[in-house]
């Protein structure tokens, strides 16, 4: 007799008497996906240009994303929303970014419905709904989706990729990590890379090696069961993390510098008819220096930069490769949809000569050629934190004008590749419907024949704002669909409509032009006169990259297209207009902790994320660490915060107490005791006592005198001119006991661990400090 099964919901259909034997069983019908669907593979880089593929016309080797493109379809016409965390919520929700909550990044999060930076339970992940559909979920890499005060161990983890839909994870939560020590989260648990760099980690490998295992676990058991992947590795992000043969091999090929790589990857776009032969290249933006204005140290510089950029792009597309190559070797490749895209136009991040730290840039802290040309050889090691200049971002998006976090198409426009053997017959075609980053969940529903949930684990849900462009794939000809997209991204506005595109740069066309930098916060007025007097218009069917501004000569057209502009604005939760950088990332929020005068933190847990751990910064504060040494010593890291491109570290080694502050790494300041830690149980303690104000728009934290002390007495002492003013460590939380991520002194090793017993570590930020009865009296510090 075979088997019988009933769906979920249903009346049990069997028959059930008094003994088994004059009884008929029936069993819930287990969850299965319709035999012969795809697999589906989102591929999603960071902060990659329009002009860095190879396959959109560039000199960077990506032989597996060429192949992806010569077998499948290359889209010019995709955009985002111009920053990572609101496209990726698009990417997977269907949705706009500020229907999303995610007017910006978690970490700019405002107190409006359109950028909370909560994604509604309403807008439901492709994850969840494909995993309701019989698939295996998978994400990996970068997430970036979850409010930035709930990624702690505290959570809630309802807004993690477990909660999201996704049955497994690994990868890390924030926007960037580093790549030889990534802050690496595995389900729902933080972990430590497996290998160190000196054994060959580098976290793109990692992530491509889990991906396989993720397929393989599955697959071993249930082959035919279809799985669904977002992959995102952290490239092409800073930091630019690279072996060095990478780099090397592209030595000197950037020597003739932005305007000739613009020129060359033009030429080859039109070529291959990525874009259109009417096209022109747009003009050499204000805020760029001319390559022949440069000294012959700022060209190898910045040349350097580009190579270890290059390489990390050749060297993430071979580790992909490895991913698509183990789909072919268990069967799997042909019958998989595999989606390539970008979150926005190549970064700026690096400004306007380049960073061999990034975290000097969220400090207010100017580069310096001659210490940049110090780490020339160190570019993409895991020493640096480095970012290639606004030269190269502006090359990077060939032939438009601009970058990330602005809404021209520099900063909008990216790569899509689309590959399905099964699924589309045409092989290396280019479309040129328009199309957006929401389109991509309701593509994916259309092929799979799937309608949208109306409800979600009991959450009804809104409807997807996207549409599909699967009609696209076997027919060049096919109309668009995507007929009207607005965009903002922190006060920069553009419209898109039937070939038309309206832009409202802020603060400008350029910083140059505005004398004004990004960031600079629109008042009502301005606002006023924004749309008053500069909005400009581009007839983008005709002008590709948006060189011609024709507002002037088509003025009812404008007004149209800014109705058209606050109309969208209404329907999606845009509202206010937030012209705000840092002051937005600087605005309270809520927490899932308050702050506190005194912070007790204990070995064995887990590191504890910047947004949430105990602020140091520019306040007098003391640190206590209740210890017990055993016999022979012990040494390792008591409490320590950041990395190598900034931090503080509290330590044990050779038998006395340090504690040392890495100045962005720039200085380092250190202070060893005198005397020797011996065994039995003691108080460990140091104290900063501020000594001058703070200058955070030049990028100095507060000067401070630093005491450590033994059991109430002192045992060493110093002066600290200056301080990291805002940001420690880009991608390192606080740790207890242990030394994760990239090491904040060269003194020690990771992971550093202590190797006697922590009992607690005590953080006072109440402003009170000890008095030391050996040595001068001093004044209490104020509470601040």
């Known amino acids: 007799m075979s088997l019988r099964e009933y769906k979920s919901g249903n009346p049990f259909p069997g028959v059930i008497g008094r003994t088994v034997d004059r009884s008929s069983p029936a069993w819930p019908e287990p969850l299965r996906a319709k035999e012969g669907l795809p697999n589906v593979l989102f591929i999603v880089f960071d902060d990659t240009g329009f002009g860095q593929f190879g396959c959109y016309g560039s000199p960077i080797n990506t032989p597996n994303l060429d192949a992806l493109a010569a077998n499948g379809l290359r889209y010019n016409n995709l955009h985002t929303t111009a920053l990572c ?295 993409g090691s895991p020493e640096t934190f480095n970012h290639y200049a606004w030269g190269w971002t502006w090359a990077g998006n060939t032939p438009f004008r601009r970058w990330k976090r602005e809404t021209y198409r520099g900063g909008i426009s990216d790569p899509l590749i689309v590959h399905w053997t099964q699924g589309i017959k045409a092989k290396g075609e280019i479309r040129t419907q328009y199309a957006h980053a929401i389109d991509l969940v309701p593509t994916v529903l259309d092929l799979l024949e799937i309608e949208p949930p109306t409800t979600i684990r009991g959450v009804t849900q809104s409807p997807i704002e996207g549409v599909s462009f699967a009609h696209t794939f076997n027919d060049s000809d096919a109309p668009t669909k995507h007929l009207t997209q607005y965009f903002e991204m922190m006060g920069h506005r553009s419209l898109y409509h039937d070939g038309w595109r309206a832009v409202c740069p802020w603060p400008g066309p350029s910083f140059t032009e505005a004398d004004r930098f990004f960031g600079a916060p629109i008042s009502a007025e301005i606002l006023t006169d924004l749309d008053t007097h500069h909005w400009e218009l581009y007839h983008v069917a005709q002008d590709f990259a948006e060189n011609h501004n024709i507002a002037t000569d088509n003025r009812p057209k404008l007004i149209e297209m800014i109705a058209t502009w606050y109309v969208e604005a209404g329907k999606y939760n845009v509202l206010p207009v937030d012209g705000r950088g840092v002051q937005r990332f600087a605005q309270e929020r809520p927490q899932i902790a308050v702050n506190r005068s005194h912070y007790t933190y204990y070995p064995d847990t887990q590191p504890i994320p910047a947004n949430c751990a105990v602020k140091l910064l520019n306040r007098s504060h003391s640190i206590t660490a209740d210890v017990e040494i055993p016999r022979g010593g012990a040494q390792g890291v008591l409490l320590a915060h950041g990395g190598n491109d900034s931090g503080y570290s509290f330590y044990v080694k050779d038998a006395k107490l340090h504690w040392v502050h890495n100045y962005v790494a720039r200085s380092l300041y250190h202070v060893e005791s005198e005397s020797l830690i011996s065994e039995g149980r003691h108080q460990l303690r140091f104290e900063f006592e501020v000594t001058g104000q703070p200058d955070l728009a030049k990028g100095k934290g507060s000067p401070g005198h630093v005491q450590l002390y033994i059991d109430g007495k002192l045992v060493g002492q110093a002066n600290v001119p200056v301080t990291t003013p805002l940001a420690l460590g880009l991608t390192s939380g606080v740790t207890c006991g242990i030394a994760s991520g990239a090491p904040v002194t060269p003194d020690y090793e990771p992971p550093f661990k202590f190797t006697g017993k922590i009992h607690s570590v005590i953080v006072d930020v109440s402003g009170d400090l000890i008095q030391d009865r050996e040595a001068e009296m001093r004044v209490i510090m104020a509470r601040q």
Not at 163 to 169: A, L, P, Q, T
Not at 216 to 240: E, I, L, R, S, T
Not at 271 to 281: D, F, R, S, Y
């Open 85 to 379: 965390s609101p496209t990726r919520s698009c990417v997977l929700t269907g949705r706009n970014h500020h229907s999303n909550a995610m007017a910006c990044i978690t970490e700019g999060s405002t107190g409006y419905p359109g950028s909370n930076g909560n994604i509604p339970f309403e807008n439901g992940f492709l994850s969840e709904i494909l995993l309701h559909k019989g698939y295996n979920t998978y994400a990996i890499g970068k997430w970036h989706l979850t409010p930035a005060d709930q990624i702690s161990a505290a959570g809630p983890y309802d807004r993690w990729p477990l909660g999201r839909g996704f049955e497994r994870f690994y990868g890390f939560l924030g926007g960037e990590t580093h790549q030889y020590y990534p802050d690496l989260v595995y389900d729902n648990h933080t972990v430590q890379p497996e290998k160190t760099p000196t054994e060959g980690y580098h976290l793109t490998a990692d992530l491509v090696d889990k991906a396989i295992s993720f397929i393989a676990d599955a697959k071993q058991v249930a082959p035919n069961k279809p799985f669904f992947m977002y992959f995102c590795p952290g490239a092409m992000h800073a930091p630019h993390h690279v072996p060095k043969e990478w780099a090397d091999a592209y030595a000197g090929q950037f020597d003739d510098g932005w305007e000739a790589y613009r020129e060359k990857v033009f030429a080859r776009q039109q070529q291959i008819g990525i874009v259109p032969a009417n096209a022109e290249l747009s003009r050499h933006d204000p805020d760029v220096a001319y390559w022949d204005s440069l000294s012959t140290a700022e060209k190898r510089l910045y040349a350097r930069m580009m190579e270890v950029f290059a390489g990390f792009l050749t060297h993430t597309d071979y580790h992909i490769g490895r991913l698509l190559d183990f789909l072919k070797t268990i069967g799997e490749f042909d019958n998989t949809l595999i989606m390539v895209i970008s979150d926005n136009g190549a970064s700026s991040e690096g400004g306007p000569t380049g960073s061999v730290n990034e975290n000097l840039f969220f400090n207010n802290v100017p580069e310096s050629l001659e210490e940049n040309l110090k780490a020339l050889d160190k570019l």
